[in-house]
């Protein structure tokens, strides 16, 4: 009986110990969707898949890029979303001591809390930790394929496009300056000088395609209500729970603030003690799935649209590597055809260009949007998903395409190969047998062309009537309109 008690208490104290661990384990700056510091979460990464090894012989030729601005600070719709909710909990403040509400039940911070970037009139802007971020980014690109950094620099050679939305375009700096450190003659960095193109937002089709595609905006215009509906179950049992655990009368619109706000201070701040401690980390990967949820829906596999219209993007990479083998058969000079084409833009155009190439999916999944048929939705906590905004596109996420020449001594082989790095991992595409190095012609005809059945125009733009039919509903209109106005005989 006494070893039974003793045995008893040891399972008990084992469990107290590994809830302890579990809670101090648990970092919620790596739960935060889109919202996600690079630095937090780019070591995560599938650790059942073995990447290949690349043959010997094989050498890279070119690198395309494409990547999502830096950390960046709240939108002023939000700064005054934050600047709402300072005067809401003022008021559930004085709410709670009117009914004399025990205070010590109340967070401390609650009491006169003030956002930190109240009074601001702009926002949206990267800020230092999104200039880290990409400026390291750069280094570590030109760390790990020096043969295709070895040249000087020309705007041909190393093409780098941003958006026109500035936290983009100077990321590509950042990224620039990291690249090219070393390599100028400006200050004392030795630094140079380099060329950022940028297309207007009104017809850039490469990069903000989601702006440019009429389809698209009725599309997410009709289904934004849709979703705020699927998420407001997780809101509702997560607002009762705070309001019995606090004493406050939060309501669901207090929990969405409240969410930013600690989204905000986790990823820019490094605060995760007052907001985000409001919720148990069980809460924490609930909202995390909500928002994960919205990307699904709105931007990634939950709608064809969302990336059949990122097809521009993904054609202009495939042709620059067209151009490279070429430039190899023709056996051009160096510093005569282009190494690197680099782009910086936004969460809308990776997940979309991320989902074009099959990622985070298997392969039964993949076969499926390929025929364009509809995926379920993301499973709920706890269940297990691959699908995590937080690893899909993190602020300064990114996916790179590396082109491989490899010696082919048997011309029935392939001598070039695609690798497909995401955040700097090798992932697996199921479009290539699941693997993350893929002949460059497989490539194309099972990830590539199945997508290029539908142009931009067809997939973005209404149906435009023929010119005849516009005409002739032109002289209909005409003739009943002078047929109403005419005038009887005298």
């Not at 008021?91 to 009491?111: C, F, M, T, Y």
């Not at 989902?355 to 939705?377: T, V």
Request: glycine share 6%; with cysteine.
């Amino acid at each position: 009986m006494k070893n039974r008690i003793v045995a008893l208490f040891l399972v008990i104290l084992l469990s107290a110990f590994n809830c302890f661990n579990a809670d101090e384990a648990f970092d919620v700056r790596k739960h935060l969707s889109t919202v996600s510091r690079y630095g937090a979460v780019k070591e995560i990464a599938d650790s059942n898949f073995i990447p290949s090894k690349v043959p010997d012989g094989c050498v890279p030729t070119h690198l395309n890029l494409v990547a999502r601005h830096g950390t960046r600070s709240p939108t002023k719709k939000r700064i005054r979303e934050l600047d709402n909710l300072a005067l809401r909990l003022e008021d559930l403040i004085k709410d709670a001591r009117g009914r004399n509400l025990p205070l010590e039940r109340v967070p401390s911070w609650l009491d006169g809390w003030k956002s930190p970037w109240q009074g601001r009139l702009k926002g949206g802007e990267l800020i230092t930790k999104g200039e880290e971020e990409l400026y390291d980014l750069g280094l570590k690109i030109r760390e790990k394929f020096p043969t295709l950094f070895d040249e000087e620099y020309h705007p041909n050679i190393y093409t780098i496009r941003a958006t026109q939305v500035p936290r983009a375009s100077a990321s590509a700096v950042a990224f620039g300056m990291g690249l090219f450190s070393g390599n100028g003659s400006l200050g004392p960095g030795r630094h140079r000088a380099f060329s950022v193109l940028s297309e207007s937002r009104a017809s850039d089709i490469m990069l903000r395609f989601h702006d440019c595609c009429h389809n698209y905006k009725h599309f997410r215009e009709k289904q934004e209500p849709a979703v705020g509906k699927l998420k407001e179950p997780v809101l509702d049992e997560i607002t009762s729970a705070l309001v019995g655990r606090y004493g406050l009368n939060f309501t669901r619109q207090d929990i969405s603030s409240l969410w930013f706000l600690c989204k905000q201070e986790a990823s820019l701040l490094d605060i995760t003690n007052q907001a985000c401690s409001l919720f148990g980390p069980s809460e924490i990967m609930l909202l995390e799935w909500t928002d994960d949820l919205e990307a699904y829906i709105l931007k990634g596999y939950g709608n064809s649209l969302n990336y059949r219209m990122g097809l521009p993007l993904l054609e202009d990479v495939v042709e620059s590597m067209e151009q490279a083998i070429k430039a190899e058969e023709e056996r051009r000079p160096p510093a005569s055809f282009e190494k690197a084409r680099l782009r910086f833009a936004h969460a809308e155009t990776i997940i979309p260009f991320s989902c074009l190439l099959g990622l985070f999916l298997d392969g039964s999944e993949f076969k499926k949007i390929q025929k364009e048929q509809p995926l379920q939705l993301p499973p709920k906590p706890p269940q297990k998903r691959t699908w995590r905004g937080s690893t899909l596109a993190p602020f300064a996420g990114n996916s790179m395409l590396i082109l491989y020449s490899c010696p082919a001594p048997d011309k029935s082989k392939s001598k070039h190969f695609v690798q497909m790095l995401h955040n700097e991992h090798p992932i697996p595409m199921p479009g290539c047998d699941g693997s993350d190095f893929c002949p460059f012609e497989v490539f194309k005809e099972k990830i590539v062309a199945p997508h290029q059945k539908h142009d931009y125009d067809t997939v973005c733009n209404p149906k435009q009537e023929s010119s005849s039919s516009s005409i002739y509903q032109m002289f209909r209109w005409l003739f009943s309109l002078s047929k109403d106005l005419s005038i009887d005989p005298v």
